[in-house]
């Protein structure tokens, strides 16, 4: 973790800081660090842990969007921190031996030409030095990085040492001042209170390598990049014998002691060197060192170390984030690897970034931007371990146990904090083109077998807040439609389930299918295989429902299963719905449907051919009617739909929603204000109320007899949809020569059995119901859709086929139609 800071930026963060507000940094720093720590140790420890470092840890954790965008971002926050160390390098070694300003001929020493484009040379030779190790392996790599901290902890000692063995010096700088250079005097005073107190208080002043005057945010920014090293183990996760062991133990004990070592040498500067020295002479460790190469050497040393690890760690997570190919064909070649597993081409391909980085010139150009990126990447970290810990998976038992949600969160405020202290515009930058790749990648990218934290937050919440949603709290006020579909073949129902899906209003919706076999007849479960398929016609439509699959001997008994267990504790269906009974033979509407037309899409789907007209059918006209009387049992409403193949997608510029809430089936008792009523008269409302029929024309059709008061009947229908807030046209239909046919004809044998008639309209007449159905169809040719009364079945189930069919005469060649049957009040005048 040494790095530039160590050695070259040190006395510009105490010089400029001074040592209460350096302190204070280091606390912050280190705060935030601790945090993203624990976090990273408990990732890490919590299962295999593959290439990729925080890239994998946080795509694993968090899905593909979130661990794409931020591998990114922690791609380029490497490719720039490996650019701002080589850059810090080259600083170092022209202030050795780099000509000063306004001479030709350097003296001693100083032989290297000062400009521009000489050092973007010396940083491009650097970084090829970099490459070059790099290329060989990680092996080379780990052994020159224990080689260059044996060096660097013996540099360290020498620079203890001279603090208290070096006595009192004049050290005269040179520094740059437009085309020439000025002389400065800084002191080494040796251990005096005087100079400890004159570097207590801040003096923030010109950077003299910059030109800009410098402020809290700016050195926290540069100082901050010391502290960035944390990664580094977890980098190269894949390259590690045992990462879960030695991740946790290699970081920790990194931050303790870098930790410590700074304090102790911002501590051990202010009671040395004078102002002066510290904010003009980023080298003056080098001056005041018993033998001044010593210092050369560190930095050195450590800088090229830093800048290794960043470029290092760049290409693994470049080449973890090939691997997942997230990004198609992009980073395809960055795949490639050696026979010895180091992936070559991605060292390179960082390589060439940072080289492009290197164009930005001085160290603190940049120093911020990396700043913000890895405070950004820790800051995800925090979420994907903060995310795991409230998902309260059985599988995340971490072997690292010293943390909390609260110090996840702690760090991530700690991280969002900083950013923006440091500097506004590039935190709120790199935060939009994060949130830019989330994006892409949510839409873009390829499911993942990684699996998804929001799936397992949300089932945390929704498990928590079914516990809360009581049935015994339950109020009409916040009714609202829980609908069943029952779904026999999706090919011919592609027009009713998205009609469906617009009738729900924020309800729950539930596509229920029932198979017609015996599992102990067969070998394995057969409905593991189409849930696929339903889950993806679910995709396709767009409709917001889910999949309830069953295997019974019959479809009545299917029907009771589903209307007994779909739905969970409060949330459970209460109205269901079925497709006519009728002799039409059914359409595929999957293939005519535009997701599906283009063939592919459609043979991914296991769903069987419609049935033919006159095959054979699932059940029979006493079973359909059966389950509505189950239905209704269970106290569930009751919607038929017939025709749904007819309506028309895209739907007319000006759709009418008809409404029949008179019971046209029991002519003698035309209430319009029964419990079935205001059921349908609501389910119209809900229709109307949704975004795609928003549009559409209401119309209520008042059944009237010429000598009845019919104003009075309008005034109180129309008061009572003021009372429901229900906004309709009301049409008046006089039906006289309709009634008159109701009891011209009396039919067997229900003009023998009275008690039938309660539930069921026994002595309708053919002739009746014809007369009906063109009376609605005068009133309106084609409207979009029509809703009218279902009747109650009887309760003879000897009657079943004869109720069936009088609907069937009522609805012929209607279009569109629903019949509603409500069996609870779902309306509300209340507030």
Same mark, same amino acid.
């Given at each position: ?102 001479? &030709?001929?350097?003296? /001693? &020493? ?23 190790? *790099?290329?060989?392996? #990680? &092996? ?33 700088? $040179? ?12 002191s080494f005073t040796g251990f005096r209170l005087a100079t400890l107190r004159g570097n207590l208080a801040a003096s923030y002043s010109v950077d003299y390598t910059t ?94 170390? #830093? ?11 470049? =080449?973890?984030?090939?691997? %997942? ?36 010139? @001085?160290?603190?150009?940049? #120093? ?39 110090? *996840? ?18 935190? +709120? ?34 498990? @928590? ?26 090919? +011919? ?18 596509? /229920? ?38 295997? #019974? ?12 267990? +779909? ?20 359409? %595929?509407?999957?293939?005519?449907y535009s997701p599906f037309s283009g063939g592919r899409e459609e043979a991914q789907l296991s769903f069987p051919p419609v049935r033919e007209a006159s095959g054979p ?54 209430? =319009? ?11 119209? *409302? ?28 309008? %005034? ?46 026994? *002595? ?43 609907? %069937?005469?009522?609805?012929?060649? $209607? ?17």
């Open positions: 973790m040494f790095s530039v800071v160590l050695f070259l930026r040190l006395g510009f963060v105490v010089g400029q800081a001074g040592l209460y507000q350096a302190l204070a940094m280091f606390v912050v720093a280190y705060f935030i660090i601790g945090m993203t720590v624990l976090s990273v140790c408990a990732i890490s420890t919590n299962g295999a842990l593959d290439a990729g470092g925080a890239y994998y840890m946080i795509s694993r954790a968090l899905g593909p969007e979130f661990g794409g965008s931020m591998g990114i971002m922690f791609f380029l926050a490497n490719v720039c921190g490996s650019a701002l160390y080589v850059l810090g390098l080259v600083e170092a070694i022209v202030d050795i031996y780099g000509i000063p300003p306004g001479q &030709s001929v350097g003296t /001693g &020493s100083q032989v290297l030409p000062r400009s521009y484009w000489y050092e973007l040379l010396y940083g491009t030779f650097v970084l090829l030095l970099c490459l070059l190790v *790099c290329l060989v392996g #990680a &092996s080379i790599y780990a052994k020159a990085t224990f080689l260059i901290f044996l060096v660097v902890m013996g540099v360290l000692g020498t620079v203890l040492v001279s603090f208290f063995a070096v006595g009192p010096t004049v050290v005269r700088l $040179l520094r740059p001042q437009g085309n020439t250079s000025i002389s400065l005097i800084g030109g800009r005057t410098m402020s809290f945010s700016t050195v926290f920014a540069v100082m901050f990049n010391g502290c960035t090293g944390i990664m580094a183990g977890a980098n190269m996760s894949g390259d590690l014998k045992r990462p879960s062991y030695s991740i946790p133990r290699g970081t920790i004990t990194a931050v303790l002691f870098t930790y410590v070592v700074y304090n102790l040498l911002a501590f051990l500067l202010c009671c040395t060197c004078d102002r002066n020295l510290l904010q003009n002479d980023y080298g003056f460790l080098r001056d005041i060192n018993l033998w001044p190469p010593f210092v050369s050497i560190g930095v050195y040393c450590s800088t090229l170390s #830093a800048a290794m690890s960043n470029l290092i760690g760049a290409s693994r997570v470049l =080449y973890a984030l090939a691997k %997942d190919d997230l990004f198609g064909r992009a980073l395809a070649p960055a795949k490639k690897t050696s026979r010895s597993g180091n992936p070559w081409v991605a060292v390179v391909m960082s390589w060439a970034l940072v080289q492009l980085v290197l164009f930005s010139g @001085k160290l603190n150009t940049i #120093a911020a931007i990396v700043t913000i990126s890895f405070l950004l990447v820790y800051a995800t970290v925090d979420l994907a371990c903060l995310a795991l810990e409230w998902a309260s998976a059985p599988n995340f038992r971490p072997t690292f146990r010293y943390f909390t949600w609260h110090t *996840c969160v702690l760090g991530i405020l700690g991280c969002g904090i900083m950013m923006f202290l440091i500097s506004p515009i590039y935190a +709120s930058g790199s935060m939009a083109f994060m949130l830019v790749l989330l994006l892409a990648l949510h839409y873009l990218s390829p499911s993942s077998s990684w699996g998804y934290i929001s799936q397992a937050l949300i089932f945390h919440q929704v498990r @928590k807040y079914l516990l809360m949603l009581d049935v015994r709290k339950e109020h009409v006020k916040f009714w609202r439609p829980q609908m069943l579909l029952m779904v026999q073949n999706p090919r +011919s129902c592609v027009q009713l389930i998205r009609f469906v899906n617009d009738l729900k209003k924020s309800g729950l919706y539930v596509l /229920g299918h029932v198979e017609l076999q015996e599992l102990d007849s067969l070998p394995s479960d057969p409905l593991q295989a189409q849930t696929e398929s339903w889950l993806r016609l679910v995709d396709k439509l767009n409709v917001k429902a889910f999949v309830n699959l069953t295997l #019974a001997d019959s479809v009545r008994h299917g029907a009771q299963q589903l209307l007994f267990i +779909s739905g969970l504790g409060g949330m459970r269906p209460n109205t269901v719905v079925l497709g006519f009974y009728d002799g039409a033979a059914p359409q %595929d509407g999957l293939a005519q059918r699932p059940l029979s006209p006493q079973e359909y009617v059966a389950i509505v009387a189950d239905a209704v049992k269970m106290l569930r409403n009751v919607l038929l739909a017939r025709a749904f193949e007819q309506l028309e997608q895209p739907r007319p510029a000006a759709p009418c929603i008809d409404v029949w809430p008179v019971n046209l089936l029991r002519p003698d008792s035309a209430r =319009y204000a029964d419990t079935c009523s205001l059921f349908l008269l609501q389910m119209a *409302c809900v229709l109307h109320m949704a975004r795609a029929w928003r549009r559409a024309t209401l119309r209520l059709f008042l059944c009237v007899e010429s000598g009845a008061r019919t104003r009075g009947q309008e %005034d109180k229908l129309r008061q009572l949809l003021k009372e429901l807030r229900i906004r309709a046209a009301i049409h008046l239909v006089p039906w006289d020569s309709v009634v008159a046919l109701h009891w011209q004809k009396q039919q067997e044998p229900w003009a023998a059995a009275p008690d039938a008639a309660v539930n069921f309209p026994a *002595c309708v007449s053919e002739e009746y119901l014809h007369a009906a159905n063109r009376l609605i169809l005068e009133q309106s040719s084609a409207p979009t859709i029509r809703f009218l009364y279902l009747p109650r079945p009887p309760a003879d189930t000897a009657l079943y086929p004869a109720y069936l069919h009088q609907l %069937d005469l009522l609805t012929r060649d $209607l279009g569109p139609t629903v019949l509603v049957h409500g069996v609870s009040a779902v309306t509300s005048t209340e507030l």
